[in-house]
């Protein structure tokens, strides 16, 4: 059995790796590149495997950076089967389509001014249309059964706790008269995510490919972090403000909304309590994202999926995505108007790391106000503009404009979707037969770096972290058996080109609204 790693290798994002074994070579997960210009242009390069020997993939879960190059795959041949989760199927029949219009948006900027230029118009990695085809290669799987993909391939999904339909990938795989076990970690959630499950522990395996995202730190605790929360929106209401939240529209849009719902069942019976409750009751509160709207409709018809609370406040009758003042703005039009307004609210919007969408528009008019907070619930990428604003900048450029940050920013890192260090401890310990071998990927350096330490000292477990391109054979003495050449393409121009791609974006972004 060997697993070439094709993505996510000492990054958060592309997450794409090949195994081969038993005489079939399949994926587990392609997604997009996200983050700077130089990472998003790995996009538009060629998949380092021939995509006609790919017998089937497995995808772990909806998000982009995990699916988004499906439809490029669809695009070059790929016919084969695409197995995931039910919820998993159901969400990437609104992400894909909505990642196409955004490829095809992007593209169209471009080719206005290669037009002015008299030069060749570039073509989307892939469009609306070609994405919606995609979709007709999933099958959807529940979790918790052991699939026969071929008599010497089996496959089980568990629920990984990350988002709704996520999954941790167990992977028989039997060649040569030996049976060999190799799982992969998806996104690990934490055991205290509102609405979802804990992740599913692993009893054994014989090779680990792990995400490590936050393997050099600790998320503040649940009770914390919902008072935390409360503390935040209503200083900034009683002071006239509006909150901003950027948050990733499938997953941190639908736990936000479920713990508004769940203030009023709070134990504090105090005075103070019950004037911050009325006070954010009396406060509107608007998602604007169409894709954020459309995935809690995804949520709503899969409740069967939520944690037993979750399930208990459903059998009551409580819907955990609803409540008084919750508004959804679905046009252009409904979304300017909230910028229009001098009353305070509640704004959720995508993206989460305010590259790209409606958010930045909430920032332009809100990063500048002193009486506003913008408070972040997510992972934010390094070269990103979310990552600036969290890291201190006092001063931030928005649509080629330079605004002053005033606003109050706060960022409550117990929100994210991905286990911390305690939590992938935690996930390596709960194995009855420990891994063989651990392969790290889906983090940065200094991250994998602290978590590779932390295992090694606490288990004696080998860990290795992966570069791109290299293929593992996996058997009693692993090795290296191949490396894909790396053009290197980074220059001084290319670094010109990363700042004017920016620039493009705030640009185009500008154009839409």
């Not at 790796?17 to 997604?31: I, P, S, T």
């Not at 950027?246 to 103070?272: C, H, M, W």
């Not at 890291?391 to 991905?418: D, L, P, Q």
Request: glycine share 8%.
């Amino acid at each position: 059995m060997k697993v070439t790693f094709c993505g996510a290798t000492k990054t958060v994002t592309g997450s794409n790796f090949l195994v081969e074994g038993a005489g079939k070579k399949f994926l587990v997960d392609c997604g997009l590149y996200q983050g700077g210009a130089k990472d998003e242009i790995k996009n538009e390069e060629p998949f380092p495997y021939n995509i006609n020997e790919i017998d089937f993939m497995l995808l772990t879960h909806a998000h982009i950076d995990h699916s988004g190059r499906i439809p490029k795959l669809y695009k070059e041949g790929y016919r084969n089967p695409i197995y995931a989760t039910n919820a998993t199927c159901d969400l990437c029949a609104i992400m894909l389509p909505d990642s196409g219009h955004i490829q095809e948006t992007e593209t169209e900027w471009k080719n206005r001014k290669r037009i002015r230029r008299g030069e060749e118009e570039l073509v989307p990695i892939y469009d609306a249309e070609t994405a919606a085809k995609s979709l007709e290669l999933f099958k959807g799987e529940p979790y918790n059964q052991i699939i026969e993909l071929d008599d010497d391939i089996h496959v089980r999904f568990n629920d990984a706790g990350h988002m709704l339909g996520s999954s941790t990938i167990e992977i028989w795989i039997r060649e040569n008269g030996e049976n060999k076990k190799i799982v992969f970690s998806g996104d690990l959630g934490n055991n205290d995510i509102p609405l979802l499950a804990e992740p599913t522990m692993i009893q054994d395996a014989d090779f680990l490919v792990m995400e490590s995202t936050y393997g050099n730190r600790l998320h503040i605790k649940n009770e914390n972090k919902a008072k935390t929360f409360i503390n935040i929106v209503t200083d900034t209401i009683k002071n006239g403000g509006t909150v901003v939240i950027p948050s990733f529209a499938v997953g941190r849009t639908q736990e936000i909304l479920y713990e508004l719902n769940k203030i009023k069942d709070s134990e504090d019976d105090s005075p103070e309590f019950e004037r911050k409750y009325r006070l954010l009751m009396n406060t509107p509160v608007y998602v604007d994202s169409p894709l954020a709207i459309s995935a809690t409709e995804v949520f709503k018809e899969n409740m069967d999926l939520f944690d037993e609370e979750t399930q208990e406040l459903i059998k009551r009758g409580d819907n955990p995505l609803e409540f008084p003042g919750l508004k959804f703005t679905q046009t252009v039009e409904e979304s300017k108007a909230l910028n229009e307004s001098d009353e305070s609210a509640i704004i959720i919007s995508a993206s989460g790391m305010c590259d790209v969408g409606r958010i930045k528009h909430h920032l332009k008019h809100n990063i500048w106000n002193p009486k506003s907070t913008i408070l972040f619930v997510g992972y934010q990428a390094p070269g990103t503009l979310g990552y600036e604003i969290v890291n201190g900048a006092k001063k931030v450029t928005i649509f080629g404009e330079e605004f002053a940050v005033n606003a109050r920013i706060e960022y409550i890192e117990g929100y994210s979707g991905h286990a911390d260090q305690e939590w992938l401890m935690n996930f390596v310990y709960s194995f009855y037969n420990k891994p063989k071998h651990i392969f790290l990927v889906h983090g940065e350096e200094e991250s994998q770096e602290v978590l590779r330490n932390k295992i090694l000292e606490n288990t004696g477990i080998g860990v290795t972290i992966p570069e791109y391109g290299e293929t593992y054979q996996l058997d009693d003495e692993l090795r290296i058996v191949n490396r894909i050449k790396i053009k290197k393409t980074l220059t001084l121009k290319n670094e010109v080109l990363e700042r004017l791609e920016k620039l493009k974006d705030e640009l185009a972004d500008m154009e839409v609204m």
